[in-house]
C-alpha cells in the first residue's frame, strides 16, 4: 500500500467538521503516529466543550506546504482532564490533495490596487488591477498597464471573505497581452517574495470559503441529477 503523506505538524490549523454537529470546528493538531492516530485539540463553542462521540466521523481539510489535503476520518477516543483532545484515526486514503504552489491555483476576480516598489518610497503610482487566480506562491493578475518583467509590485486586495491584504509583494516572472480585455487587458503572473504567516491565514480562510462553495455546487449538482433520474423513472 502507497504511503499517505499528509504534510502535518505540530500546531498546524485544520478545519474540521465532526458528525452530527453542521459547524465547521477550526482545530489544532497537537501529534501523530503515521498509520495509526491523529491528536486534536477537542472542538469547543465559546467557552465550553462541544459534545463529541468518541468514535464520530469528521472531515478534515488544511493547507500546509503549499497543498490543500482533505480526508474522511472517524474518532478513536475522547481525552479528557488535564488536556482535552480529540483522537482521530489515520487515514488510509485522501478525497485529494490539490498543489498551490506552481501551475494549480484558484480562479477569483479580485480588485487590487497595485504600486511600484521599484520606483522609490513616496514616487510609486498606483494602478488598479483585477486577480484572476492566486496561489501561496504567487498571482496573477490584469492590470491597464504593462509592467516589465522582474519588476516588484505591491498589492492591497479584500478577499470576498472580507479579509483584507495589504503590502504584499511580488515579482513579475512572466507577461502576456488579452486582446479581449478593453479594461485589463495586460496579464502579469507574479511570484510571492514572501507570505507572513497572519497573510497565510487569510489565504487559507480564502481557500476553504472557496472548496466550500464548490462543496455546495457539487451538492447540488448531485440533487439536480438525482431529480433528473427520479422524473426519468416516472
Same mark, same amino acid.
Given at each position: 500500500m502507497a504511503k499517505i503523506e499528509l504534510?502535518?505538524?505540530?500546531?498546524?490549523?485544520?478545519?474540521?467538521?465532526?458528525?452530527?454537529?453542521?459547524?465547521?470546528?477550526?482545530?489544532?493538531?497537537?501529534?501523530?503516529?503515521?498509520?495509526?492516530?491523529?491528536i486534536l485539540d477537542h472542538p469547543v463553542v465559546g467557552a465550553n466543550l462541544t459534545k463529541v462521540s468518541p468514535d464520530a466521523k469528521c472531515t478534515l481539510r488544511y493547507v500546509s506546504e503549499g497543498r490543500v489535503t482533505s480526508f474522511a476520518s472517524h474518532g478513536i477516543t475522547v481525552l479528557r482532564q488535564p488536556v482535552n483532545l480529540f483522537v482521530i484515526d489515520y487515514p488510509k486514503a485522501v478525497h485529494s490533495q490539490i498543489s498551490l504552489r506552481k501551475h494549480e491555483r484558484l480562479k477569483t476576480t479580485t480588485l487590487a490596487l497595485i504600486k511600484d516598489m521599484d520606483a522609490g518610497p513616496g514616487n510609486g503610482e498606483q494602478t488598479k488591477g483585477m486577480i484572476l487566480d492566486v496561489s501561496l506562491s504567487g498571482l496573477l493578475v490584469s492590470t491597464n498597464k504593462e509592467?516589465? &518583467?522582474?519588476?516588484?509590485?505591491?498589492?492591497?486586495? $479584500? +478577499?470576498?471573505?472580507?479579509?483584507?491584504? *495589504?503590502?504584499?509583494?511580488?515579482?513579475?516572472?512572466?507577461?502576456?497581452?488579452?486582446?479581449?480585455? &478593453?479594461?485589463?487587458?495586460?496579464?502579469?503572473?507574479? $511570484? +510571492?517574495?514572501?507570505?507572513?504567516?497572519? *497573510?497565510?491565514?487569510?489565504?487559507?480562510?480564502?481557500?476553504?470559503?472557496?472548496?466550500?462553495?464548490?462543496?455546495?455546487?457539487k451538492t447540488q449538482e448531485q440533487a439536480l441529477a438525482k431529480a433528473k433520474a427520479v422524473d426519468v423513472e416516472r
Open positions: 504534510y502535518l505538524k505540530p500546531g498546524l490549523e485544520v478545519n474540521a467538521k465532526i458528525m452530527p454537529d453542521p459547524h465547521t470546528h477550526t482545530l489544532m493538531v497537537r501529534g501523530w503516529k503515521t498509520g495509526q492516530y491523529i509592467f516589465p &518583467l522582474n519588476k516588484t509590485l505591491s498589492f492591497d486586495f $479584500e +478577499f470576498v471573505t472580507g479579509q483584507k491584504v *495589504e503590502g504584499v509583494q511580488a515579482k513579475i516572472k512572466n507577461k502576456s497581452i488579452d486582446f479581449k480585455s &478593453l479594461d485589463y487587458p495586460y496579464l502579469h503572473g507574479c $511570484e +510571492f517574495l514572501e507570505i507572513k504567516p497572519q *497573510e497565510r491565514t487569510i489565504f487559507q480562510n480564502f481557500f476553504e470559503y472557496c472548496f466550500r462553495q464548490m462543496d455546495k455546487l
